[in-house]
């Protein structure tokens, strides 16, 4: 494989430039607005621990946390005494009814999420969790449930046995990070990694219906990485998520890790580096770079690697604290957005403590490719005042949300091309701990944000997990 190449030619990093106009919305577009909807509560006293900086019931790499689908909304926690629960409302309603999905909780790790996916072929919910590097757990419902919610009760008796495997397929027994995606056909893919922290390989598996099957991996954990510090020759892709647009292509953003601390310049940050994205037009089979160059091949011999040109979007070293599995979206257009965040050099060019200075001086940006085929890169002027991750949405118009930790949300309008990003809703009044979990299915079926945060807590005192809706432009 070839070196690398930068694709610095193409970013424009803008606060105040006209030229991110890419495109521009019809005059009578509305810009991004948010307007409080109401919160429902899921549970008065889920279970409540840090780790990792984060919630077991609250993390960014979580697909999905929340989803909705056909009128009803979905959404999966632990309880206080440790059981995986799923619980569905019709739209708009205000109680949840929910159901035990026979497994509890091993660790307090925030890793062992839960996520859902929907298999639209044949009407079932499925579920993933308790996983960190370990094995997992894999459950799913009877046949239909998803498609006649109204007709049929919701009762554990609609959900198998919780298995280790997919219908007997196995894995790996080094699985972390379970995201389920449909397929423009209605099948089902599940992407998830393979081995450990900078050590390890995405991979897919799919379910057509009727059985699962291992696609392999895609991305590689080999080659060599130098950077002004030293070397390092084993690494993991991290995913800032894997989503379908509407012309039924598949995006991916990511950061690598490298294994290596030798390549920062202090122990104390992340050895994250660089944003990179690469897309498929064949169901993830093969991987294309920018250019349209195919860098891999799931499940052969030749994977994505952090040797191939063309990947990077946004060059960053590991030297300013650059957060993993952030957020992305595609618009209406399918063109692929994202947001990713660090510590800008104006700050300084070495960060010690990446708790520490994300938190004082993290800011988050959106990167973007226009219609032209350009990326394009925004600062969001909201200080991070946090560690932890910030959620990306599109709505109805293209006009862009943040959804920072905290539950606050910035917006930034198409029509100014994202320049013009602004605070829209502080928080007040959550007491949400930190990082949030996104429905990113709803907005397209009633123009309405779902954020799911948890209350702030002590030690493993548990607390409130809510739901609050907010209305977008009509």
């Given at each position: 494989?070839?070196?690398?190449t930068l694709l610095?030619?193409?970013?424009?990093?803008?606060m105040?430039?006209?030229?991110?106009?890419?495109?521009?919305?019809r005059?009578a577009?509305?810009?991004?607005?948010?307007?409080?909807?109401?919160?429902?509560?899921?549970?008065?006293?889920a279970?409540?621990?840090?780790?990792?900086d984060?919630?077991?019931n609250?993390?960014?790499?979580?697909?999905n946390?929340l989803?909705?689908?056909?009128?009803?909304?979905y959404?999966?926690?632990y309880?206080?005494?440790?059981?995986?629960?799923?619980?569905?409302r019709?739209?708009g309603?205000s109680?949840?009814s929910?159901?035990?999905?026979g497994r509890?909780?091993?660790?307090?790790d925030?890793?062992?999420?839960?996520?859902m996916g929907v298999?639209?072929i044949?009407?079932?919910?499925?579920?993933?969790?308790?996983?960190h590097?370990?094995?997992f757990t894999y459950v799913k419902?009877v046949?239909?449930l998803?498609d006649?919610?109204a007709?049929?009760?919701?009762?554990?008796s609609?959900?198998?046995?919780?298995?280790?495997?997919?219908?007997g397929l196995?894995?790996?027994?080094?699985?972390?990070?379970p995201q389920?995606?449909?397929?423009?056909?209605?099948?089902l893919q599940?992407?998830?990694?393979?081995?450990v922290s900078?050590?390890?390989?995405?991979a897919?598996?799919?379910?057509?219906?009727s059985?699962w099957?291992a696609?392999?991996?895609?991305?590689?954990s080999?080659?060599t990485?130098?950077?002004?510090?030293g070397s390092?020759?084993?690494?993991?892709?991290?995913l800032?998520?894997?989503d379908?647009?509407?012309?039924?292509?598949?995006?991916?953003f990511f950061?690598?890790?490298e294994?290596?601390g030798?390549?920062m310049?202090?122990?104390g940050?992340?050895?994250?580096h660089d944003?990179?994205?690469?897309?498929?037009?064949?169901r993830?089979?093969t991987?294309r770079?920018?250019?349209g160059t195919?860098?891999g091949?799931?499940?052969?011999?030749?994977r994505?690697a952090v040797?191939?040109?063309g990947?990077?979007?946004?060059?960053?070293n590991a030297?300013h604290?650059?957060?993993?599995?952030?957020?992305?979206?595609?618009?209406?257009?399918?063109?692929?957005h994202?947001?990713?965040?660090?510590?800008?050099?104006?700050?300084?060019?070495c960060?010690?403590n990446?708790?520490a200075?994300?938190?004082?001086?993290?800011?988050?940006?959106?990167?973007?490719?226009?219609?032209?085929?350009t990326w394009?890169k925004t600062?969001?002027?909201?200080?991070?005042?946090s560690?932890?991750?910030?959620?990306?949405?599109l709505d109805?118009?293209d006009n862009?949300y943040?959804?920072?930790?905290?539950?606050?949300?910035?917006g930034a309008?198409k029509?100014?091309g994202?320049?013009?990003?602004?605070?829209?809703?502080?928080?007040?009044g959550?007491?949400a701990?930190?990082?949030?979990v996104?429905?990113?299915?709803r907005?397209?079926?009633?123009?309405?944000l779902s954020v799911m945060?948890?209350?702030?807590s002590?030690?493993?005192?548990?607390s409130?997990?809510?739901?609050v809706?907010?209305?977008?432009?009509?």
């Amino acid at each position: 494989m070839r070196r690398r190449t930068l694709l610095t030619g193409a970013i424009v990093t803008a606060m105040s430039t006209s030229a991110l106009t890419g495109g521009t919305a019809r005059a009578a577009d509305p810009g991004p607005s948010v307007t409080p909807a109401g919160t429902t509560t899921l549970d008065s006293q889920a279970i409540f621990f840090v780790s990792y900086d984060g919630l077991v019931n609250n993390n960014s790499f979580q697909k999905n946390g929340l989803l909705t689908y056909k009128g009803y909304q979905y959404a999966v926690w632990y309880t206080a005494d440790r059981n995986a629960v799923v619980g569905r409302r019709p739209l708009g309603a205000s109680t949840w009814s929910t159901v035990k999905a026979g497994r509890t909780l091993r660790y307090n790790d925030s890793h062992n999420v839960i996520s859902m996916g929907v298999s639209r072929i044949d009407g079932r919910l499925h579920l993933n969790m308790d996983s960190h590097s370990d094995g997992f757990t894999y459950v799913k419902s009877v046949a239909g449930l998803m498609d006649n919610p109204a007709g049929l009760s919701w009762t554990a008796s609609r959900f198998g046995a919780p298995q280790s495997t997919l219908d007997g397929l196995a894995l790996t027994s080094q699985f972390t990070y379970p995201q389920f995606v449909s397929t423009p056909e209605g099948r089902l893919q599940l992407s998830y990694r393979v081995a450990v922290s900078g050590n390890g390989r995405n991979a897919l598996a799919e379910y057509d219906g009727s059985t699962w099957t291992a696609l392999g991996e895609w991305s590689s954990s080999t080659g060599t990485y130098t950077s002004e510090h030293g070397s390092s020759t084993a690494r993991n892709m991290y995913l800032h998520g894997i989503d379908y647009d509407r012309n039924g292509r598949l995006h991916s953003f990511f950061t690598w890790r490298e294994q290596n601390g030798a390549v920062m310049c202090n122990g104390g940050g992340l050895t994250n580096h660089d944003t990179g994205y690469v897309y498929s037009d064949d169901r993830g089979r093969t991987w294309r770079n920018n250019a349209g160059t195919v860098v891999g091949t799931t499940g052969g011999s030749d994977r994505v690697a952090v040797t191939d040109p063309g990947l990077v979007v946004d060059p960053l070293n590991a030297d300013h604290s650059l957060m993993n599995q952030e957020s992305q979206f595609t618009d209406s257009a399918g063109l692929p957005h994202a947001i990713i965040s660090y510590v800008p050099g104006r700050f300084g060019q070495c960060t010690t403590n990446y708790v520490a200075n994300r938190t004082a001086s993290g800011r988050a940006f959106h990167v973007r490719k226009n219609a032209s085929g350009t990326w394009q890169k925004t600062e969001i002027p909201v200080p991070l005042n946090s560690s932890q991750r910030t959620k990306l949405v599109l709505d109805k118009y293209d006009n862009a949300y943040a959804i920072f930790p905290f539950g606050r949300i910035a917006g930034a309008s198409k029509a100014s091309g994202y320049t013009d990003w602004r605070l829209l809703y502080d928080g007040g009044g959550l007491n949400a701990f930190g990082e949030v979990v996104v429905d990113e299915t709803r907005i397209a079926q009633d123009n309405v944000l779902s954020v799911m945060y948890q209350e702030k807590s002590t030690g493993t005192t548990p607390s409130a997990l809510r739901v609050v809706d907010f209305r977008l432009p009509a």
